[in-house]
């Protein structure tokens, strides 16, 4: 069905088309929105789940995981201090190797009190097991939601997956939104090591130095077997409801000579900065990262790149500059842009890939 | 690519009527975006919020800065804020007002939407509501077309007050 | 006295400390609570004393998870249990650190939202697992690691903050007196919604007293008055006997006290402190019993 929506909305309604079994809720903005929306969906039949209103975050990712591990679907969603707050519980989720799946929508970490769009809240929980990726579009947030339960509780994988909006620039955006019958496209919840207490297990027991790395190191197999879920599971949704999804979305950089690579709602923005850069004669591409964790394998080979970091690590740079600088050969020009909702337009990105120096890196705005 | 700025005040549904007229649009066949600025959010504090038309997807998330036309659904907003600020040339401004002013090279629309609102007892918590009304004016304008702005608004509003207001505001706007 | 099930669902080879009632009244609690059941714990003791991976001590389904998070996962997991149609029992077991202090918000969550699941709170009245130190269920002068003259502070009253959520069962319970225990965590898991049972766990190494006077401990906290048994059912307060009893006629606390390295040097304040606040208690419990309140 063809309708309008707010990124909350689509991920809401992605949400329900999941059938969770379990939703923990707790309230912080821009993403209330959300879990009000299947707040309305259980109240009105719509949708068949238990709805556990936690009084705190921590308490909606330890809720999510007693239900997964009792054998049913979960969904959260949080922000900002909503998610550093669950940060233990998010490595507890993946190491339990619990598929949840859950909105972040991105925004700044306080002090002082911002609400606005930023990367850092998702990326503080890099380390922590969980896939990552980011959308663009109020459709990209229902499709990606969809699409993270089925890779989620591949038996490939049995990892969370959380699925990243921007906070007020996708979350409260309103557009068009084709939604969609998802049939068994996400098969039924099965978690071959859920509770059977007729087979009594003990879970999450001390693990000795002997025999606790393998544990950790079947969740970097898992991680790395799902890119290939990821690619089976994007090229299904593609048969089935024909958008076409990949770990990175390229626009005209097939023969660029300069790449912008961004996240989220920039990395969209930075298209029209193409188109401009285009018109004016600079050969611009663009690359807008999707997932995050696993890290995609970028060819930028032969180009020149223009990062923008919508997030910062202190004392050591931008994360997608380092993750670049990291895995690919190039030297990229690094631009710090956007942090806690700073206004960012095409023109600005045109101008960020005009006066690129590769190596160097640069505050927008900031000139001392 | 048409680009639309709509002030208003918190509380008096200008995110709404921005979500309404991305939803008319979209009826009409459109790609529309629709978002608003968010502040600190209180009641009575002046609000911005935009709205975007293209025949092609919109892949612009900044706010408007030039738009083709702006929306003043309170004219007491005009003493705090610029609101003609960015507008293009020959822009046209669209105000709910009993006092059309004149705006040198702008068309000027003028309608008194909070007497529409008071007239049909469309209020809620004792304020007229402009939201929907409006979407009466900018269909008589042509900037959305009368059915899909009157199919937006039932679909979101159960309160048939609410088209009768938007078609009211349709027959009083001055083209 | 009926003689209590011999299943036994806590093998012998638990790694707990020689003297551990906390173990000990795993073993009557499980008794009661059968195999359909899941031992939600936290960081505390019990974390410890299952044995380390691959092996295990017990016979039922465990799942530890992080220190503040036990009534949360409960809470998750009741409600996917439920809507299975699954009966299992969803059984927190945790110290008092992840009870009283850590763990106090969740607890407090998953009461007030009426979750399905019996908390149990197995109190050594400090950090047993990290080697003693002070916790909010410390009494008034007792020597810790981190109060080495003496804890100041008074024992946080748990169980008059749990009551205040007015869940349907809460009782106390001691494993020095196992039938009761196992007649109460019975009739908690006969109620639906949710209960809350608090132990009192003496604490050899902790309490520092040889092992085997475990049990006459604990018999010494109640026959002194400073652990009363009781239970309160639909808000409707029952006192165990022998509690009634040492309210009348207490044995006197110093014989509790003195048992006890913990207490050793304890000042006559502290010690005045700590009986007035047990006295206050039995007015309390005596007058809401009466049901002067």
């Known amino acids: 069905m063809l309708t309008t929506a707010t990124g909350n909305k689509a991920v809401a309604a992605a949400a329900k088309e999941a059938r969770p079994g379990v939703v923990a809720a707790y309230p912080i903005t821009p993403q209330t929105e959300i879990v009000e929306q299947l707040a309305n969906y259980v109240a009105d039949g719509s949708l068949d789940a238990d709805y556990i209103p936690v009084e705190s975050e921590h308490s909606a990712m330890a809720a999510c995981i007693g239900a997964s591990a009792a054998g049913v679907r979960t969904f959260t969603a949080t922000s900002s201090h909503g998610l550093l707050y669950m940060h233990e519980m998010l490595h507890w989720a993946a190491g339990a190797r619990t598929p949840v799946v859950m909105a972040n929508v991105n925004r700044a970490l306080g002090p002082g009190w911002n609400t606005w769009a930023e990367h850092t809240d998702a990326f503080s929980q890099r380390d922590t097991g969980w896939l990552q990726v980011f959308v663009s579009t109020v459709q990209e947030a229902y499709d990606a939601t969809l699409m993270a339960f089925r890779i989620a509780e591949d038996e490939r994988v049995i990892l969370p997956v959380m699925v990243n909006l921007d906070g007020f620039s996708l979350s409260h955006i309103t557009q068009s939104l084709e939604t969609v019958e998802v049939g068994d496209f996400i098969p039924q919840f099965h978690l071959s090591h859920a509770i059977d207490t007729e087979h009594p297990r003990g879970y999450g027991t001390m693990t000795g130095p002997d025999i606790y790395y393998r544990f950790r190191w079947d969740i970097e197999r898992s991680m790395r077997a799902s890119r290939e879920v990821i690619a089976e599971t994007e090229a299904e949704f593609a048969r089935r409801f024909g958008r076409v999804y990949g770990p990175v979305e390229e626009y005209r950089s097939e023969d660029a000579d300069v790449v912008i690579v961004a996240l989220g709602t920039l990395g969209k923005e930075a298209e029209v900065a193409v188109d401009s850069l285009r018109d004016d004669g600079v050969k611009a591409g663009s690359m807008r990262l999707r997932w995050f964790r696993p890290f995609p394998r970028l060819d930028l080979s032969g180009r020149e790149v223009v990062v923008i970091d919508r997030d910062y690590s202190f004392g050591f740079g931008g994360v997608i500059a380092q993750s670049i600088r990291a895995t690919t050969r190039a030297e990229p020009c690094s631009v710090i842009a956007g942090l806690g909702g700073q206004e960012v337009t095409y023109d600005d990105i045109a101008r960020f890939v005009r006066e690129r120096e590769a190596g160097k890196e640069t505050w927008f705005g900031v000139s001392d | 690519m048409f680009e639309i700025r709509i002030h208003s005040r918190g509380g008096q549904g200008g995110v709404t009527a921005a979500k309404l007229i991305a939803q008319a649009a979209f009826h009409d066949g459109k790609c529309a975006t629709a978002f608003p600025f968010y502040g600190a959010e209180r009641r009575g504090a002046p609000v911005v919020s935009f709205v975007r038309i293209s025949d092609e997807p919109i892949k612009v998330y900044s706010q408007v800065r030039n738009p083709d036309m702006v929306v003043v659904l309170d004219a007491s907003v005009m003493d705090a804020t610029d609101v003609f600020a960015g507008l293009k040339e020959g822009g046209a401004v669209v105000i709910n007002t009993t006092e059309p002013p004149s705006i040198k090279g702008h068309p000027v629309h003028a309608v008194d939407l909070t007497g529409i609102a008071l007239r049909v007892n469309l209020v809620v918590a004792g304020s007229p509501i402009l939201n929907t009304p409006v979407l009466g004016s900018l269909a008589r304008i042509g900037l959305i077309s009368k059915d899909a702005a009157l199919k937006a608004i039932a679909e979101t509003f159960a309160d048939p007050r609410n088209v009768e207001a938007a078609k009211t505001a349709y027959e009083e706007t001055k083209q | ?293």
């Open chain 3, 1 to 293: 006295m009926n003689p209590l099930p011999s299943e036994e669902y806590v093998h012998k080879c638990t790694t707990a400390c020689a003297g551990c009632t906390s173990s000990l009244s795993l073993r009557y609690v499980l008794k009661a609570a059968g195999p359909d059941t899941v031992l939600v714990v936290p960081a505390c003791c019990t974390a410890v004393l299952q044995g380390v991976y691959p092996a295990t001590a017990m016979n039922v389904t465990v799942y530890n998870i992080a220190f503040a998070a036990a009534a949360a996962t409960a809470a998750g997991m009741a409600a996917a249990f439920r809507r299975q149609g699954r009966s299992t029992n969803v059984i927190c077991y945790a110290g008092d650190g992840g009870t009283v202090d850590i763990g106090i918000q969740a607890l407090s969550g998953a009461l007030e939202r009426s979750t399905d699941f019996l908390y149990i709170c197995y109190d050594n009245e400090a950090y047993g697992n990290t080697g003693m130190q002070r916790s909010g269920s410390t009494p008034i002068g007792a020597v810790t690691t981190t109060t080495p003259a003496g804890k100041i502070d008074q024992k946080k009253d748990i169980d008059r903050i749990v009551a205040a959520h007015n869940i349907p069962y809460m009782a106390t319970a001691s494993a020095a007196y196992p039938q009761d225990l196992y007649a109460k965590v019975k009739k908690a898991l006969s109620i639906p919604g949710p209960k809350f049972i608090h132990l009192l766990s003496p604490c050899p190494p902790g309490w520092r007293y040889s092992a085997e006077r475990s049990v006459e401990v604990g018999k010494l906290a109640v026959k002194t008055g400073l652990w009363v048994l009781y239970e309160r059912e639909h808000g409707q307060l029952k006192i165990n006997p022998v509690s009634k009893t040492a309210m009348k006629r207490p044995v006197p606390i110093e014989d509790y006290l003195s048992v006890q390295g913990r207490f050793r040097g304890i000042s006559k304040e502290a010690e005045r402190a700590l009986k007035a606040s047990m006295e206050q208690q039995h007015r309390r419990l005596l007058a809401e019993e009466a049901g002067a309140c």
